[in-house]
């Protein structure tokens, strides 16, 4: 745990001033390569460079004193001679400051701002808007596991609340006898008069209940129960409904978390949910792959089903007739010919009631034709919104119950109409931009020609302290591990200087995170063990794409030893994906290159990229084939789009004893990863964000860093060698992958989750 040997309660200023008077020299010469980088910031895979140049006794010292747990947890320093800045994170969420003369080994504490305005005077000044993050409605909690379980925190909170003051019944009695849909009354009717005549009636009804059959219909006791004061929502039979009338009254004898969860879980509240996406190809065909499109789209589809099923089923279980709706709302794209994105309205396949609703971008005088970049969508979304929100009106007659905001943009368009529409509003970040880029907040301007990230930090600012729930895929997005800092955690303070400083942007602590996994569909990413399902008629098509001799635009290089194992990968062509290190790696590793082929699905040479990134990739991409003389171990294939097919494509690789491969820099989830391994196909991925959780190593698939590809390839070598001596050892990680996606991975769990 970070921050191990360093209690919350003393100052992060004791050990190292322990350490000045028993190691000055050392620390010193530690300082001091620190310092030689010169004016700057260096990251915390930096610093430990430095530490491990320092002589070896010097090293043994420092590691053994209290300065060793100070630098453990270090996470950045700034340089700016003869001062070297500090940020110490004690734990997920918690960061400590102090800056450190070097010469003279004089040392001060820092708070937040005045680290902020240290490091801004590499760049230039700033203006300080303070969000005061979060209002602390349901009280924090302040251990680190509690983070990103939000809603437990909510339920133990209330329940206590319930339990001391009688008084916190009202509002919910009030919402019961409230709640409506178009117009017809649900839960309860204006005859239950207070909490105590509430438990007088509630009794009532379970003493006529009980008379009746069990499976008895609603509609047949509909009028008496009424009489008790309860109208419809509590079940679809005599036995559903006198259930969940018990619950309540256990709830009313003795609140618990339990109890609470359960029965307001069970209360039929969503109906019309809207999910707001904008960017990038949003189809159900022929998109995945293209630039800005990837795992999201398959994450709102395959969500959308799973939500519109568990919807169906809880509104029949509370004997409602009722139809569900979801809109899918992203922008309408009239050049992206050969996709439905020109369409206004598509039905969601697999699904009754959900449709994807496309809206265009509109710029002073007319439609915004052509796609753009994800980074350029910034000056559209006001207008977007308003779009949007008359739309959603039209076609629902009603305001949705529910918003669901996807990525920074989808974010902030989903506040603005949660906003105007006094809607409960949901975010979930797929992927924050800021820990991608590397100082993207302290060199911004470097980077704001190319990708703005002074609106979309700002835009995100604001929609996650606007959002009421932040839904994250797992623990990492917000708060990391032991040695990264996660995804959200980065924006608790940053920042850009000359336009503005963020002192308390997000608190990692609040209950409105909350973990909730997605899965991988199992229509489509089933085990490659599954004989009876699996798609043969394929094969033929797979083994084109990977084997034949052919060179063209889809497929370029070959593979002349086709009975080797295969090493796959699949991802967009984007730098962060780190396709071209994985070639690398490959390429210079010659024991690797013996036992096993690469193959490579990413980019498109089909057509030519208006994406800056991808076509970098691309000319890294040739010019490392060229280098390491790949042609004949090595194939490339241009993206793929048929999901149905790349599942068999998962499994033909399975049926090859091969692995695949996610070597990103940074991966904020990983559903590729999540489907190899539903496929039982052993997985090495990146130990930087989700995989690190999905995966347990060793066990279920093996973590690889990014940064020291040599040590990532040489795992592959050893996994290989093994499997040549011990077979089992590839079902055994096969095995261990598939058992841990069906126990974690899997959308009837998240609906259930997300809808409680
Ligand atoms: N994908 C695909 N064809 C490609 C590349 C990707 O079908 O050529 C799919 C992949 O199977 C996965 C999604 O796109 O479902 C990528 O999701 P992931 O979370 O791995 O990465 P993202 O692109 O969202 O960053
Ligand atoms: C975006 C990403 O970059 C991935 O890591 C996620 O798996 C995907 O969205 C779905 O959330």
């Not at 260096?42 to 070896?56: D, G, K, N, T, V």
């Not at 059959?213 to 009424?226: I, R, V």
């Not at 980077?447 to 797992?474: G, P, R, W």
Request: hydrophobic share 40%.
């Amino acid at each position: 745990m970070a921050g191990r040997g360093l209690p919350r309660s003393q100052s992060i200023c004791e050990p190292f001033v322990m350490t000045r008077s028993t190691h000055p020299d050392d620390l010193r010469a530690f300082l001091l390569r620190v310092e030689a980088k010169g004016k700057g910031v260096l990251q915390r895979r930096q610093i430990h460079a430095e530490f491990e140049a320092i002589p070896e006794e010097s090293r043994e010292k420092l590691r053994d004193v209290a300065f060793g747990e100070v630098l453990k947890s270090t996470q950045e320093a700034i340089v700016s001679p003869p001062w070297v800045a500090l940020a110490v994170r004690l734990k997920p969420g918690v960061v400590e400051y102090i800056r450190v003369n070097v010469r003279a080994l004089a040392l001060e504490q820092l708070e937040v701002a005045e680290y902020l305005y240290f490091k801004e005077e590499l760049a230039d000044g700033s203006l300080t808007p303070d969000f005061g993050p979060f209002p602390d409605d349901f009280g924090r909690p302040t251990l680190s596991r509690s983070i990103g379980n939000g809603v437990e925190h909510i339920y133990r909170s209330l329940s206590d609340k319930l339990f001391r003051d009688k008084e916190s019944w009202y509002p919910l009695l009030e919402f019961l006898q409230g709640h409506s849909y178009k117009g017809k009354k649900m839960m309860m009717n204006a005859r239950i008069q207070n909490v105590f005549s509430l438990r007088q009636d509630l009794k009532k009804a379970v003493e006529y209940l009980v008379q009746l059959a069990p499976e008895t219909p609603h509609s047949e006791f509909e009028y008496k129960l009424q009489e008790f004061g309860l109208e419809r929502g509590w079940g679809d039979t005599a036995v559903q409904v006198f259930d969940m009338i018990d619950d309540l009254l256990n709830l009313l004898e003795a609140p618990n978390p339990g109890s609470l969860e359960r029965f307001l879980g069970r209360i039929p509240m969503v109906f019309d949910v809207v999910v707001v996406s904008p960017h990038g190809y949003f189809a159900q065909d022929n998109v995945l792959g293209s630039p800005d499109t990837g795992g999201q789209v398959v994450y709102i589809l395959d969500q959308v089903r799973a939500l519109e099923t568990e919807m169906l089923r809880r509104i029949t279980q509370q004997g409602l007739d009722i139809t569900p709706r979801i809109l899918i709302i992203t922008r309408l794209l009239p050049d992206a010919v050969g996709t439905t994105c020109g369409q206004s309205r598509e039905k969601v396949l697999g699904t009754k009631h959900s449709y994807i609703i496309r809206i265009p971008f509109m710029d002073e005088k007319r439609i915004v034709r052509e796609w753009i970049s994800r980074f350029k969508v910034w000056p559209y979304l006001e207008r977007f919104a308003k779009d949007v929100e008359k739309e959603v009106i039209a076609t629902l007659q009603r305001k949705p119950d529910l918003i669901i905001g996807n990525n920074s943009d989808g974010n902030i368009v989903a506040s603005l109409l949660a906003r105007t529409l006094g809607v409960t509003q949901f975010a979930i970040a797929h992927d924050l931009e800021k820990t991608k880029y590397p100082e993207s907040d302290l060199y911004w301007k470097k980077f704001e020609e190319k990708y703005h990230f002074s609106c979309q930090f700002a835009a995100d600012l604001v929609s996650m302290n606007h959002a009421d729930v932040i839904i994250a895929s797992t623990f990492q997005e917000i708060a990391g591990s032991e040695d990264t800092v996660g995804h959200y955690e980065s924006h608790m303070n940053f920042t850009l200087p000359g336009l503005y400083r963020v002192i308390h942007g997000i608190n990692v602590f609040d209950p409105r995170f909350n973990v909730v996994s997605p899965g991988a569909d199992k229509g489509i990413y089933f085990p490659y063990t599954d004989q009876e399902r699996r798609l043969k008629s394929f094969h033929h098509e797979i083994e084109e794409l990977l084997f034949s001799n052919v060179e063209n635009k889809e497929h370029l290089y070959v593979l002349i030893d086709k009975n080797k194992p295969i090493i796959f990968t699949m991802a967009r062509l984007d730098r962060v994906k780190n396709l071209t290190g994985l070639v690398e790696w490959y390429g210079k590793n010659a024991r690797l290159r013996e036992l096993a082929n690469l193959v490579v699905v990413g980019g498109d040479r089909r057509r030519d990229s208006k994406d800056l990134e991808e076509q970098a990739e691309m000319k890294k991409m040739y010019e490392l084939i060229g280098k390491y003389k790949l042609n004949g171990k090595f194939r490339w294939i241009s993206f793929q789009m048929d999901r149905v097919r790349n599942g068999e494509l998962y499994r033909y690789i399975c049926d090859m004893k091969g692995v695949f491969v996610q070597p990103a820099i940074y991966e904020a989830f990983g559903l590729t990863v999540v489907e190899a391994m539903a496929c039982g196909l052993p997985t090495f991925a990146t130990c930087n964000g989700g995989p690190a959780e999905i995966i347990v190593h060793g066990k279920s698939g093996f973590l690889i860093n990014p940064y020291h590809g040599d040590q990532a390839a040489e795992l592959l070598v050893e996994f290989f060698e093994k499997c040549q001596t011990d077979q089992s050892h590839w079902e055994n990680i096969s095995k261990g992958a598939m058992q841990r996606i069906e126990e974690k991975y899997t959308w009837q769990r998240y609906s259930e989750r997300l809808l409680n």
